[in-house]
């Protein structure tokens, strides 16, 4: 192995209590790739997200990113590291403006959160790169309205700017089209795979639509009651029998 | 490009001028009444830089006021009456307090963080009440000579109410300014972004305990100088200012002027006192009046009495973004 994979797990497992929702979990990602994870509900893919993001420490296993062991830290060493991620349920600053939503992890990134005077409209390092983000996302004419009065797929948009502007290696998005309509969907769908193609982000995303997983993932994992059941292109999925019999061919899509 | 939003100038401008030239025209008792709105209000902006900024409810902010006046007292019994070292020390002195409370306090949430502070402001209130060699207990500490300040050929003492008036003005003027820079500096948004969302706070990277201990101890810090300020109008530190019901007065303040708008609070102390005022004439129970007074308030002001206000007033357009 001469290149470190962006993302590698290894033996990962949580429970509580006797409960055990994941276990015995190993994949790695490589640099840049675009991989997803699915599953049906309850398959344990949020506990996943939430043992390897630090939101809390799995109960078992080892997590590494880039190389570098990260396995247990709390949430805001991790993105430190270079990992961020999303929420299935849209988790940003409702009542602040998109622009100072996109500002509040540069701040933090610029080591400036124990700034007590300044104005930050002033401070070009943070406008200027959170400008740049909000372009990329196309949300930047409404920089100045708040979050609260956006449409539901621009919220998805502010977070997916939230998560980037700090240029983390890896980003883990939470179903990013969920409970949008198909042409929100598809809009993210090509989001995603334009901003991995400028910043070489290596994204790995949960998704619940088939569709979205197929025409974005270049791997796919499939989870299966706390078991990484299968891995591979979507091709290999498609036609691995277990996957079928699991997942696919029960049409858990309502 | 992105702007910063109005930073209206002339309201803030109008408020200074009519504070400057009020004690001109109003009686000396109303004079007092205005230096006590002052330094309450001073009080309950730094009670909402907590409340309105950061999300957090203290009940313990008392004993951070009570600890700038006890200093305060103490050093001039010993003598000390230089009012920038008695100014200065007062706020460090909270300031460290607040930092080993809001240490212990940020470990929970919500009503526990509430509770927490409770308990804290209530063991300083013992300390106050019991340890009567130091604090002469609950009778208080009875200051006898006032620092003076000479400004401008002009000497301010704090023993003439107009003088003392102007002293207490410059002061709470001074602090909320620096409030106000805070509350717009990097730190400030940040403190914002945990009110909304803490879980995303620590998930751009922010260690929402620490952050949380600044803003604790710099409400701490700014709640002791206005507790210096209130030893040296009122001549005396007492335990009560350490009172739990004592510490919920700058929180009932915020809620009536609005914790959505950085000078609501201080409104809000003005309404508190001129509410006190106006019932105490016709009945001892002022406190019950103002229950039915706060009930409206909350019900049919839910920004406050000032930020509703200035809503519909300056911004009739864009009312409830929500």
């Given at each position: 192995?001469n290149?470190?994979?962006?993302l590698?797990?290894e033996?990962?497992?949580?429970?509580?209590?006797?409960?055990?929702?994941i276990?015995?979990?190993?994949?790695?990602?490589d640099?840049?790739?675009?991989?997803?994870?699915?599953g049906?509900?309850?398959?344990?893919?949020t506990?996943?997200?939430n043992?390897?993001s630090g939101?809390?420490?799995?109960?078992?296993?080892?997590?590494?990113?880039?190389?570098?062991?990260?396995?247990?830290?709390?949430?805001?060493?991790?993105?430190d590291k270079?990992?961020?991620?999303s929420f299935?349920?849209?988790?940003?600053?409702?009542e602040?403006?998109?622009?100072?939503?996109?500002?509040s992890?540069?701040?933090?990134?610029?080591?400036?959160?124990?700034?007590?005077?300044?104005?930050?409209?002033?401070?070009?390092?943070?406008?200027?790169?959170?400008?740049?983000?909000?372009?990329q996302?196309?949300?930047?004419d409404?920089?100045?309205?708040?979050?609260?009065?956006l449409?539901?797929g621009?919220?998805?948009?502010?977070?997916?700017?939230?998560?980037?502007?700090r240029?983390?290696?890896?980003?883990?998005?939470?179903?990013?089209?969920?409970?949008?309509?198909?042409?929100?969907?598809?809009?993210?769908?090509?989001?995603?795979k334009?901003?991995?193609?400028?910043y070489g982000?290596?994204?790995?995303?949960?998704?619940?639509?088939?569709?979205?997983?197929?025409?974005?993932?270049?791997?796919?994992?499939?989870?299966?009651?706390?078991h990484?059941?299968?891995?591979?292109?979507?091709?290999?999925?498609?036609?691995?029998?277990?996957v079928?019999?699991?997942?696919?061919?029960?049409k858990?899509?309502? | 490009?992105i702007?910063?939003?109005y930073?209206?100038?002339?309201?803030?401008?109008?408020?200074?001028i009519?504070?400057?030239?009020a004690?001109?025209?109003?009686?000396?008792?109303?004079?007092m009444?205005l230096?006590?709105?002052l330094?309450?209000?001073?009080?309950?902006?730094?009670?909402?830089?907590?409340?309105?900024?950061?999300?957090?409810?203290s009940f313990?902010?008392?004993a951070?006021?009570?600890?700038?006046a006890?200093?305060?007292a103490?050093?001039?019994?010993g003598?000390i009456?230089?009012?920038f070292?008695?100014?200065?020390?007062?706020?460090l002195?909270?300031l460290?307090?607040?930092?080993?409370?809001?240490?212990f306090?940020?470990?929970?949430d919500?009503?526990?963080?509430?509770?927490?502070?409770?308990?804290?402001?209530?063991?300083?209130?013992?300390?106050a009440?019991?340890?009567?060699?130091?604090?002469g207990g609950?009778d208080?500490m009875?200051v006898f000579?006032?620092?003076?300040?000479s400004?401008?050929?002009?000497?301010?003492?704090?023993?003439?109410?107009?003088?003392?008036?102007?002293?207490?003005?410059?002061?709470?003027g001074?602090?909320?300014?620096?409030?106000?820079?805070?509350?717009?500096?990097?730190?400030?948004?940040?403190?914002?972004a945990?009110?909304?969302?803490?879980?995303?706070?620590?998930?751009?990277?922010?260690?929402?305990?620490?952050?949380r201990?600044?803003?604790?101890?710099?409400?701490?810090?700014?709640?002791?100088?206005?507790?210096?300020?209130?030893c040296l109008?009122?001549?005396m530190?007492?335990?009560?200012?350490?009172h739990?019901?004592?510490?919920?007065?700058?929180?009932?303040?915020?809620?009536?002027g609005?914790?959505?708008?950085?000078?609501?609070?201080?409104?809000?102390?003005?309404?508190f006192f001129?509410?006190?005022?106006?019932i105490?004439q016709?009945?001892e129970?002022?406190?019950?009046?103002?229950?039915i007074?706060?009930?409206?308030?909350?019900?049919?002001?839910?920004?406050?009495?000032?930020?509703?206000?200035?809503?519909?007033?300056?911004?009739?357009?864009?009312?409830?973004t929500?």
């Amino acid at each position: 192995m001469n290149v470190e994979n962006a993302l590698r797990i290894e033996n990962l497992g949580h429970s509580y209590g006797k409960f055990k929702v994941i276990e015995d979990i190993s994949l790695s990602i490589d640099k840049g790739e675009l991989s997803a994870l699915i599953g049906p509900n309850g398959a344990g893919k949020t506990t996943f997200y939430n043992a390897i993001s630090g939101k809390f420490p799995p109960t078992k296993g080892k997590v590494f990113l880039g190389g570098e062991n990260i396995t247990g830290l709390p949430s805001h060493h991790v993105v430190d590291k270079g990992m961020c991620r999303s929420f299935q349920i849209t988790n940003i600053f409702s009542e602040l403006t998109v622009a100072e939503n996109v500002f509040s992890p540069l701040v933090i990134q610029q080591n400036k959160h124990f700034k007590l005077y300044g104005n930050l409209f002033r401070d070009k390092q943070i406008t200027e790169k959170a400008m740049t983000m909000l372009e990329q996302v196309g949300l930047a004419d409404r920089a100045e309205q708040l979050v609260s009065s956006l449409a539901y797929g621009d919220k998805r948009l502010v977070e997916m700017a939230v998560v980037l502007v700090r240029g983390p290696s890896v980003v883990l998005l939470d179903e990013p089209t969920a409970g949008m309509n198909p042409k929100e969907t598809e809009n993210m769908i090509s989001l995603i795979k334009k901003l991995a193609a400028i910043y070489g982000t290596t994204f790995f995303i949960t998704e619940h639509d088939m569709k979205v997983v197929f025409s974005l993932a270049q791997k796919i994992y499939v989870l299966h009651q706390g078991h990484l059941l299968a891995q591979g292109n979507p091709q290999e999925i498609r036609s691995n029998e277990h996957v079928q019999e699991a997942y696919l061919g029960r049409k858990v899509n309502a | 490009m992105i702007t910063n939003k109005y930073h209206n100038l002339l309201g803030p401008a109008l408020l200074i001028i009519l504070l400057f030239f009020a004690p001109l025209v109003m009686p000396i008792y109303w004079v007092m009444i205005l230096s006590e709105i002052l330094i309450m209000g001073l009080m309950a902006l730094s009670c909402n830089l907590l409340l309105g900024y950061t999300g957090l409810l203290s009940f313990g902010q008392g004993a951070f006021f009570g600890l700038g006046a006890y200093s305060a007292a103490l050093m001039l019994q010993g003598g000390i009456e230089n009012l920038f070292l008695i100014l200065l020390v007062g706020m460090l002195l909270a300031l460290m307090a607040a930092l080993v409370v809001g240490f212990f306090s940020v470990q929970l949430d919500e009503i526990f963080f509430a509770m927490i502070t409770l308990a804290f402001g209530m063991m300083f209130f013992s300390l106050a009440h019991n340890w009567i060699d130091i604090t002469g207990g609950s009778d208080g500490m009875p200051v006898f000579n006032l620092p003076s300040l000479s400004l401008f050929g002009t000497q301010l003492t704090f023993y003439a109410p107009t003088s003392m008036y102007y002293l207490i003005f410059s002061v709470v003027g001074i602090g909320t300014s620096l409030l106000w820079f805070i509350v717009h500096s990097p730190f400030g948004l940040i403190l914002k972004a945990m009110r909304e969302n803490k879980e995303r706070v620590s998930f751009v990277g922010g260690n929402v305990k620490k952050l949380r201990i600044a803003a604790f101890a710099i409400s701490g810090a700014f709640t002791g100088l206005a507790g210096v300020l209130f030893c040296l109008f009122n001549s005396m530190a007492t335990p009560d200012f350490m009172h739990w019901s004592f510490s919920a007065k700058p929180v009932i303040m915020s809620i009536i002027g609005g914790t959505g708008v950085f000078l609501g609070p201080l409104f809000g102390a003005a309404i508190f006192f001129i509410l006190e005022q106006v019932i105490i004439q016709f009945t001892e129970n002022w406190m019950f009046f103002l229950g039915i007074v706060l009930i409206p308030i909350v019900l049919f002001f839910p920004k406050g009495v000032f930020g509703t206000l200035r809503d519909k007033i300056f911004h009739p357009t864009k009312q409830e973004t929500k």
